[in-house]
């Protein structure tokens, strides 16, 4: 089954990140920064910033891209 490309990437704000409430675009798990395996700088807005995650129920990874 081919994973959507466009899921792999969500844009959210920085409290609910930090709340963790963000769900997983694949199976609505809640994911937070103890899920984080990897910050990007280089990522606009400005300030740059983004995290790469890996959901703690299906495995899938993807990024979360921080509005304000």
């Known amino acids: ?3 959507d490309v466009s899921k792999r990437r ?3 704000a ?8 963000v769900a997983c675009p694949f199976c609505g798990t809640k ?3 103890r899920h984080v395996t990897r910050e990007h700088l280089d ?5 740059a910033y983004a995290a790469s995650i890996v959901c703690p129920k299906d495995k899938e990874q ?3 891209v921080f509005t304000t």
């Open 62 to 64: 993807f990024e979360v």
């Open 10 to 12: 969500v844009s959210v």
């Open 14 to 21: 920085r409290a609910d990140f930090l709340d963790s409430r």
């Open 43 to 47: 990522v606009p807005p400005n300030p």
């Open 31 to 33: 994911v937070g920064p």
């Open 1 to 3: 089954m081919p994973v």
